[in-house]
């Protein structure tokens, strides 16, 4: 599904040349629910960043979908991004002056589908994350936890192949974040490949297996590294 | 999807009214202050024949003083206006289509109604030729016949003013009508025709109003004691002590066009004219190099400078006006879209491409565009009003016709492009990234 | 405060600060070519005429039955006009100064046009039109009823005129006008009896305005011109009945044409007086632009600065502190934008000088819209910078 080799990522400025990426190297088959783990400054929002499309990387290959998508054209990587990835962020980072609908709506008026198709699929989507009553409300008339469930929304309505988290329970209470949990692993039960980055070892536990990535490599203390059967079993299930 | 933009835009215009109002006002004042400017000079370079501008010729002969040219500022110039005698001689020539010969005077309408009181007419005596050649329009009759220019005989043609001021807008060809102490007969009557300049005779006030009354040129011999009311300009030391004196002076102060179909013809009429003022220099006049010009009255309006330095200036500082609005919204789009950052590159990242953001954000800055625009033809408007209420000419000049409408609409639509462009180009650079940290 | 830290943190931020500067330099360069071109205009319409401009106005009596009296005529209708109550003096003139019409020609010392030669704006006037005009006399004397001939259009030849003191120092630099002869062309000569302190003739916008002759004599003509002075303050009085009083006199003729000099000079310097009310108008909307777009930036800046500007506030800035800051980049702004201004103004008007041979500009206008420009800049700013200076400390501590 997702397949990363020697990928190395530069961030350059004035003053220093910061390597968040080197030599990295990761493959996430179709149906997998992976935490990545490690310190801060690590390189774990980068590696997402870069598996998401939303930069570009150095050196190194980067297949998605057996696709090679290194070497994209921006219109392209946008409509990758637009039909095969969803994300959750941190921060929710919903539209505050669109409602709820409007938001799930965003990716799909990019996506061109008509009126009728976009109604039932948002529909669809905010009743699989319980807020099938608030389709009217503003970001600001929500609790934390609804926001992030929006944000969900708005990652699975385009239906993709896979989802990127990036630390989606951080700004949450415990509780909530539990529920969030709970919703993206009914989502991967659904066939979604999930890729969620969190600093919770008992969230990462809770994931089928775990990459630990340490000073922007994919380090060889793999917490958790179920057989490669058992993937297989899953994603053929 | 030009839809959903088109309610994006109106949504973000409303997040920002303050700033949006701003951004419209300046593009409206903008384009009020352009086109106001724009409208005088446009209607002052108007070309009011449009369909015959490059057949009919000025004509112009050099037969002022040897030691000087007619205007130092221009040497290369002959005078604008010719002597009746010349004219005289030119008009014998059949090589034109059409010819006129005229000038400007006046007379005293003395109308037989009680109620009329007498009053002072202008009046353009000229050949038959006038009328077809600058496409007058008759309401009734028509020009009188190419005899009258021969044999003077005392026939008139009114404005459409005139005849409603005397017969009640009546159709009065064959009443009589007298000129001073003089009967004449109405041969015709015009439609309501106002050539904005006024291209036949820009020497006495370019944007004056038509004449009333029109009397046959033939008519001037006999005109001693109504003599032209136009510019007459005289350099030569003569003892003129009669009317007879007068017309065979070198004083200019007869126009002159000619109708020239084909560059054949006026070559033609170029020699003749270069003939004619040969033969005169063995006869001793015209001591001057030889310099007999055709010009076009598409090019006459340029010659002649109708356009006053003053409409350019106000031009030139409109548009820097307008420079400065532009500015001001680049600025106000700028800092718009930076505030709009985290919202442009979440939308990156849920799958529009830059050209998808360029286009949203395009389609916001054309409605502000438009709205500009139309602001700006109102303010135009008010303007105009303005310009309008300094009477005169400019109560002439100040009025929107389609083509500025469009205009308007069209410079409004480019400076707010011009103005966004450069803005909506830095927002769609926004890597899809750049705003997804926890904030 | 240092102006260090804030032009280095304007650097690094500088497309909004190079958008305001560069409206500032336009504005500068447009403000300050407006004006002068106002200025310049103003000053030519309020150029003193000479004249008694004010309580002047004229009246036309045409005669079309043909046979008719021109003395019986004007000498009955100027009696009737200098008796009139409220009339101070009436003359009869080929044209009105100031209005647009007129006849000039060209003047020597010697006949046979030998010499320099001066144009000179001629009217044709009687004994009471340096009274009528109220121009005064530097020298000589006026014409005497005597002195006033009846000539027919072909024919006008006097003996004696008067001239302005601008046309008698131009033919005359040694000053020995007065009782000299001049000649118009290959005319008799004229003998030049009284000099004119000052006074405009028709085209204003003639450079040789101020080089008028009058000629002492009636032209018999079936149109007459009268020009007519009232006591100060009595003219829309005498003005209102004078075409009436003068039609009772006799019927046989139409009088019309009743128009103040005011009327007409306003008419002469419409072009001038539409340039300086519009160019004025100009440059109030292009500061008002300014400003406002000084306004919006700030205010966006002070917006999107919230947390910065708490920040600082939490770490001891006070308010004024806050405004200041706000205040110092505007000027520092500003400051960019007159000095590209002001070589933008100047090129502008070398353009605008060669072009349509407009006067040079002032320079005292330089400084004078650089401190207008400063002033505008630091006063547009101040309000965002009082927003930015409420901004309370704990905002840096609140997550956005
Ligand atoms: N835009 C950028 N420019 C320069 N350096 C950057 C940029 N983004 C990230 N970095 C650097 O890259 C490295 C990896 O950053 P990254 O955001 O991937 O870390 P992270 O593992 O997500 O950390 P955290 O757990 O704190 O979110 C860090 O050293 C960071 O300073
Ligand atoms: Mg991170």
Not at chain 1, 168 to 195: H, K
Not at chain 2, 226 to 250: P, V
């Amino acid at each position: 599904m997702l397949k990363m080799q020697h990928v190395s990522k530069i961030y350059r400025t004035d003053l220093v040349e910061t390597h968040a990426l080197r030599d990295f190297g990761v493959h996430v088959r179709e149906g997998e629910f992976i935490a990545v783990t490690g310190p801060s400054g690590s390189g774990k929002t980068t590696f997402l960043n870069i598996a998401g499309l939303l930069e570009t990387f150095d050196g190194g290959s980067y297949l998605l979908d057996g696709e090679d998508v290194g070497r994209l054209n921006d219109r392209r990587r946008s409509r990758v991004r637009n039909e095969k990835i969803g994300f959750i962020f941190q921060g929710f980072n919903l539209i505050p002056d669109l409602n709820v609908f409007d938001n799930v709506d965003v990716p799909l008026r990019y996506r061109g589908f008509d009126a009728a198709e976009r109604r039932r699929r948002i529909e669809s989507t905010l009743d699989l994350v319980g807020l099938g009553s608030r389709s009217k409300h503003i970001p600001a008339q929500l609790s934390g936890g609804q926001q992030q469930r929006v944000a969900i929304a708005r990652a699975l309505a385009g239906s993709p192949r896979i989802l990127l988290a990036d630390e989606p329970t951080g700004n949450l209470d415990s509780l909530m974040a539990r529920q969030i949990l709970e919703l993206i692993e009914d989502i991967n039960a659904r066939g979604t490949t999930i890729v969620m980055v969190t600093h919770d070892p008992e969230l990462a536990r809770r994931a089928a297996r775990s990459i630990h990535i340490i000073d922007g490599k994919v380090s060889d203390l793999e917490p958790f590294d179920p057989p490669a059967v058992a993937i297989e079993a899953r994603a053929s299930a | 999807m030009f839809r959903y933009y088109l309610r994006l835009a109106l949504l973000s215009l409303k997040r920002n009214p303050i700033l949006s109002t701003l951004m419209v006002a300046a593009i409206g004042i903008g384009i009020g202050v352009c086109m106001t400017a724009l409208t005088v000079y446009y209607l002052m370079s108007a070309d009011p024949i449009p369909a015959k501008s490059s057949q009919l010729f000025a004509v112009q002969l050099d037969s002022w003083d040897p030691n000087q040219p007619v205007s130092e500022a221009r040497p290369e110039q002959a005078p604008w206006q010719l002597t009746y005698r010349d004219a005289m001689a030119l008009r014998e020539s059949d090589i034109a289509t059409h010819e006129t010969a005229m000038y400007y005077s006046a007379r005293i309408v003395v109308s037989e109604n009680e109620a009329v009181p007498p009053f002072l007419a202008w009046v353009r005596l000229a050949d038959a030729d006038f009328f077809s050649m600058f496409g007058v329009p008759f309401l009734y009759g028509g020009p009188w016949s190419s005899e009258v220019d021969e044999t003077a005989r005392p026939v008139v043609v009114l404005s459409k003013r005139t005849n409603e001021q005397v017969f009640g807008g009546a159709n009065s060809v064959g009443s009589d009508l007298q000129l001073d102490d003089q009967i004449y007969r109405v041969v015709g009557v015009l439609e309501e025709w106002n050539p904005i300049p006024k291209i036949y005779d820009v020497n006495n006030g370019p944007f004056n109003d038509t004449e009333d009354i029109f009397l046959p040129f033939s008519l001037a011999e006999l005109a001693s004691d109504r003599r032209s009311e136009g510019n007459t300009s005289c350099w030569k030391d003569e003892d003129i002590t009669s009317y007879t004196g007068f017309l065979n002076s070198e004083c200019v102060w007869i126009q002159y066009w000619a109708e020239l179909d084909s560059p054949a013809q006026v070559r033609e009429y170029q020699a003749f004219l270069d003939n004619y003022v040969r033969e005169q220099q063995r006869l001793g006049r015209f001591e001057r190099p030889l310099n007999n010009r055709l010009t076009s009255a598409r090019d006459w309006l340029d010659v002649r400078e109708v356009v006053r330095d003053d409409n350019r200036v106000l031009v030139s500082l409109a548009f820097m006006f307008l420079a400065v609005c532009v500015l001001n919204t680049v600025g106000l789009l700028l800092a718009k879209f930076a505030g709009k950052a985290p919202q442009i590159s979440l939308r990156r990242a849920l799958g529009a491409s830059r050209g998808t953001t360029f286009a949203q954000y395009l389609v916001e800055i054309g409605l502000v565009g438009i709205a500009g625009g139309l602001l700006g033809l109102g303010l135009a408007f008010l303007g105009l009003a303005g310009v309008r209420s300094f009477e005169g000419e400019y109560s002439k000049l100040a009025h929107l016709d389609p083509v500025l409408v469009g205009a308007a609409i069209l410079i409004a639509l480019l400076s707010s492009l011009a103005a966004g462009l450069y803005p909506t180009w830095r927002a769609c650079r926004i890597p899809p990234a750049a705003h997804l940290k926890t904030q | 405060m240092e102006i260090r830290p804030i032009l280095s943190a304007l650097l690094r931020n500088r497309t909004g600060a190079v958008l305001i500067a560069l409206q500032i330099a336009v504005t500068l360069a447009v403000v300050i070519n407006a004006a002068h071109i106002v200025k310049q205009r103003l000053d030519l319409i309020g150029r003193p005429t000479g004249m008694d401009v004010a309580n002047i106005f004229e009246v036309h009596s045409f005669d079309f039955a043909g046979e008719f009296n021109y003395r019986e005529r004007v000498r009955g209708d100027l009696e009737l006009l200098r008796n009139m109550p409220g009339v101070r003096a009436a003359t009869v003139m080929n044209q009105v100064p100031l209005s647009g019409g007129g006849s000039s020609s060209g003047y020597f010392r010697e006949p046979e046009r030998e010499g320099p030669e001066v144009a000179g704006n001629h009217f044709t006037v009687d004994e009471q039109a340096v009274d009528t005009l109220g121009v005064s006399l530097s020298a000589g004397r006026n014409f005497r009823l005597e002195e006033i001939d009846y000539m027919d259009l072909d024919n006008v030849d006097v003996d004696s005129v008067l001239v302005t003191a601008a046309f008698a120092e131009r033919l005359f630099p040694d000053g020995d006008a007065l009782g000299s002869t001049i000649y118009s062309g290959g005319g008799d000569p004229l003998t030049i009896i009284g000099i004119i302190e000052h006074m405009h003739g028709s085209w204003v916008d003639w450079e040789e305005l101020d080089q008028v002759v009058l000629l002492p004599v009636y032209v018999e003509q079936d149109f007459v011109r009268y020009v007519v002075r009232t006591e100060p303050g009595r003219r829309d009085e005498v003005l209102g009945i004078v075409e009436q009083k003068l039609s009772e006199l006799d019927r046989e003729r139409a009088v019309r044409g009743v128009r103040s000099m005011e009327e007409l000079a306003a008419e002469s310097y419409r072009g001038d007086r539409m340039m300086a009310v519009l160019l004025t108008a100009v440059i109030f909307l292009l500061i008002a632009i300014t400003a406002l777009g000084i306004v919006g930036l700030a205010s966006f800046s002070v917006k999107s600065r919230t947390k910065q500007i708490g920040t600082r506030r939490a770490i001891g800035a006070s308010r004024f502190d806050i405004v200041r800051y706000f205040l110092v980049e505007n000027w520092l702004i500003t400051t960019g934008g007159v000095i590209l201004g002001s070589v933008l103004a100047v090129a502008f008007n070398l353009w605008l000088v060669r072009t349509f041979e407009l006067p040079k500009l002032d320079f005292i206008y330089i400084p004078l819209g650089i401190l207008a420009l400063w002033i505008l800049g630091q006063l547009a700013v101040l309000g965002p910078a009082r927003r930015a200076a409420s901004i309370a400390p704990a905002i840096a501590t609140r997550t956005v």
